[in-house]
């Protein structure tokens, strides 16, 4: 169904709009939001103006009516003359004389007002116009009453410079009545800005008697105890005092109140882990021990009735609501809570953004692949076809017998022409004489297809070489697309690391704290996985490394792995705790030992080399030797490690990373420039180590008196577009020395046969397992054999694995003996 509305355009005619039921209800929807919306905020608005007007301190200070319009005509300027409206009803309902001095003071400070948004409209000017409006109506009224005096004036003053503090209380605390943000976290000014302005409110209230007992006691009091429950013994006496402060400038018999509101809100305060009935004994203890001292006005009976009222109410007060109030309330748990709520959704939603990017590289990947597959498709009949079609383009069309070549015998000419055309490819040349003959026979221009097909072949070359190479840029993108989804796959999880459910862990670790003698605040496990842990204790005091010297220690023995303090940070900004991550370490340590030298003696040599230790507990060993020696040598074997770092320590897996080296390094340059890598990736874990040899002459690995040679055959980078690398893995042990080198090592002694088994004797016969020795000896024996010449670019690595121990050993405290 469709409604139809008839609408008259510009130039006279009637068109028609046609709307669903659908877009009507939501309109109707949005509409009655609107209206409710609207209904509440002008109940507020008048609520609060009603009190306000009859807010009298002083006796007859009237110094809330001109801020409340104020911030009424600044922030919800529609509601202005209902809050006039407002003001005006409280005050008559004073007297008539207070309601002339409020119309007086509101038309004044609209004419203040008017005049100073003619000259700007700044909002930093509305204290002024208020004071001024304040403070003129007050001295216009006491000069007509009692005529011109000092006092008035004082008065007037006083009144004005009060209205002007007000304004600025009342902007920050009015508009938290109509905040529609979900996410509001209230400073502690801005409490006691809102205490003031419920105070302000409850003046309003002064007078007003149920049974004989005071609304503004009860109020006051219900407010006290909704404060302490919440936000504890500081918020709690902060209510009390500022709320027993405004009423007594309202009443000075309420003056005694303050140091009963005061007084109460800090025990109940104190008492609020006791739940709603300990923190409304507090008040009733206050109000008892209270009633005790002092003149009152008010009998003690009295006053322990309005508090059991407001007890009472306070006992009523749905559960929901004191929850929400404590969400804006920093330093609850329910606020605490809701941050890291927020912190959490705002984290996964971000997971979710990199997620979201991994599955399209991933998907991109995918298609890239899929391309190249398509490609690998098509079929030799398929070339075959498109070759033939463009030889008989240039030949056959223009011969007068193609109709009897083509239609009557296509099979036999088809096939005549294939074999020519891999006779072509194979040999350059149409040598099967049989063929020639049978071809001679068969067609009248045989030698001109002949030649248009020995043409059209060298094209058909260059074009596949061409496909070839895209094909290969395509797998290149596939496999670099690929890595960079499973990094941010790892990064998405690293994002989303939280604390896990470990109580008994963490109780376990706290008494063990305990039990050494240190004080602990905090425990928190975040992750219990061996080769992973993850630990933050936040101790009261760590200033002689308590958390490395003893901590770590005891969790390496309860947890039966070596953990070591990753990081410290205060906790506080004035105290002494610090916040202490622990972590396990890895299981094996290196020591490296370098030597290398230039050809001649040269500064700049053609070899370069690097040692980085990545993420994830992974080291990484390089050697990388540029096409001849030089500076330009230097350049290319430079530029393969630079790039080899930085796509190591983004994350992307070691092969995918050669692979991308060897696409950048053979597609940059057309010039013949190589290099060779020898690349070795050690986890630090389980001490497993991967070779990726592209180029590289064999690494070698000393275990005792025992030396193992690990080779792999792949061309230097550079070479091939497209290139698969081999990748040998070995075990290595605590103790066992990886040595790595160039070729200028191992190809330097002129008289010898078999370089092999002459470096694996060489390495065997070192008595010392110090890398840097070993290191130096080899580079200084290898010198010796060239007859003290360098004759090419040399660079030696050697690594020794060893278990880690950390600094503090491990500590077991004495088990409980049974009674």
């Not at 409206?85 to 609209?110: D, E, N, Q, R």
């Not at 071809?439 to 061409?466: F, G, P, T, Y």
């Not at 050494?516 to 009261?540: F, P």
Request: glycine share 6%; with cysteine; hydrophobic share 45%.
């Amino acid at each position: 169904m469709f409604q139809r509305f008839s609408l008259k355009t510009i130039d006279g005619q009637v068109g028609t709009i046609e709307t669903t039921p659908l877009k009507t209800a939501r309109s109707q929807e949005n509409s009655e939001l609107m209206s409710s919306d609207s209904i509440k905020k002008t109940l507020i608005i008048f609520g609060v103006g009603l009190l306000l007007g009859r807010a009298v301190i002083l006796l007859h200070l009237l110094p809330f009516v001109i801020p409340f319009l104020a911030v009424i005509f600044h922030t919800k300027r529609n509601y202005t003359l209902l809050a006039a409206f407002a003001l005006t009803v409280g005050a008559t309902t004073v007297s008539f004389s207070f309601a002339g001095h409020a119309v007086v003071a509101i038309v004044f400070y609209f004419l203040i007002q008017g005049f100073t948004n003619s000259i700007t409209n700044e909002k930093r000017l509305v204290p002024v116009t208020v004071f001024l409006a304040t403070g003129s109506a007050r001295y216009l009224g006491s000069v007509i009453s009692d005529g011109n005096s000092w006092y008035n004036f004082f008065t007037a003053t006083v009144e004005a410079g009060l209205a002007m503090i007000v304004t600025m209380i009342f902007f920050q605390s009015i508009p938290l009545f109509f905040e529609k943000k979900r996410k509001l976290t209230l400073k502690h000014e801005e409490i006691v800005c809102l205490v003031i302005l419920l105070a302000s409110l409850m003046t309003g209230t002064v007078g007003w008697l149920v049974f004989q007992l005071s609304v503004e006691q009860i109020v006051a009091r219900y407010i006290v105890l909704i404060f302490a429950f919440v936000g504890g013994a500081a918020i709690g006496s902060t209510v009390g005092v500022v709320t027993g402060l405004i009423l007594s400038l309202a009443n000075v018999a309420n003056l005694f109140y303050m140091s009963l509101l005061a007084f109460s809100g800090l025990l109940g305060g104190l008492l609020k882990e006791g739940k709603k009935i300990l923190v409304a004994i507090g008040l009733i203890i206050s109000t008892l021990l209270m009633g005790m001292y002092g003149d009152n006005q008010v009998p003690m009976e009295m006053s322990l009735y309005e508090t059991l009222v407001a007890v009472a109410l306070f006992m009523l007060t749905p559960k929901k609501w004191t929850e929400q109030l404590s969400k804006y309330i920093p330093g609850t748990i329910e606020h605490s809570q809701e941050q890291q709520q927020y912190i959490r959704k705002v984290r996964d939603v971000t997971a979710g953004k990199v997620e979201q990017f991994s599955d399209l590289f991933l998907s991109l990947s995918k298609s890239f692949t899929l391309l190249e597959t398509n490609g690998e498709k098509t079929t030799r009949e398929r070339e075959v076809d498109l070759f033939l079609s463009k030889v008989t383009e240039k030949t056959c069309q223009t011969c007068m017998k193609k109709h009897q070549c083509w239609t009557k015998k296509f099979q036999e000419t088809y096939s005549l022409m294939e074999q020519i055309m891999r006779e072509c490819e194979k040999e350059g040349e149409v040598i099967n004489r049989n063929l020639q003959t049978e071809w001679r026979q068969h067609c009248i221009i045989d030698e001109r297809v002949v030649d248009a097909m020995k043409s059209e072949l060298n094209q058909h070359h260059a074009s596949k070489r061409l496909k070839q190479q895209l094909i290969e840029s395509r797998r290149l993108v596939a496999d670099q697309l690929k890595g960079v989804s499973k990094v941010m796959e790892d990064f998405a999880k690293d994002i989303q690391r939280e604390k896990q459910e470990h109580e008994k862990q963490e109780t376990e670790i706290t008494e063990a704290i305990q039990q050494a003698g240190l004080d602990v605040e905090m425990v928190d496990v975040y992750n219990l996985d061996a080769g992973n842990i993850d630990i933050e204790i936040t101790l009261m005091n760590n200033s002689y490394n308590e958390g490395e010297k003893i901590v770590a220690p005891l969790l390496s023995n309860i947890l039966n792995e070596t953990i070591i303090v990753k990081h410290s940070e205060p906790a506080t900004l004035t105290g002494t705790e610090q916040r202490v991550t622990f972590g396990s370490t890895k299981k094996f340590e290196i020591m490296e030992g370098i030597a290398h030298a230039a050809k001649g003696g040269k500064l700049v040599s053609g070899d370069s080399h690097s040692t980085m230790e990545l993420g994830a507990g992974k080291y990484a060993i390089a050697i990388s030797d540029g096409m001849g020696n030089g500076a330009r040598a230097h350049v290319e074997s430079q530029e393969t490690i630079g790039l080899l770092k930085n796509i190591l320590r983004s994350g992307i897996e070691e092969t995918v990373a050669i692979k991308s080296i060897n696409s950048i390094l053979s597609l940059r340059s057309q010039e013949e420039v190589f290099s060779t890598l020898d690349l070795a990736m050690i986890d630090l874990q389980d001490g497993f180590v991967k070779f990726l040899k592209v180029g590289s002459i064999p690494s070698y690995i000393k275990r005792g008196n025992q030396v193992k040679a690990v080779e792999a055959g792949n061309l230097p980078i550079g070479i091939l577009h497209d290139m698969d690398v081999d990748v040998v893995s070995e075990q290595l042990k605590s103790g066992d020395l990886l040595i790595m080198m160039s070729d200028g090592i191992y190809e330097a002694p002129p008289m010898v046969e078999n370089n092999d088994i002459w470096m694996k004797r060489i390495i065997k016969e070192l008595e010392t397992d110090d890398p840097q020795e070993v290191a130096d000896l080899l580079m200084e024996r290898v010198i010796r054999e060239t007859g003290n010449e360098i004759n090419d670019d040399m660079t030696v690595i050697v690594a020794r694995l060893d278990h880690h121990l950390p600094k503090w050993a491990s500590i077991s405290l004495p088990q409980k003996k049974d009674a």
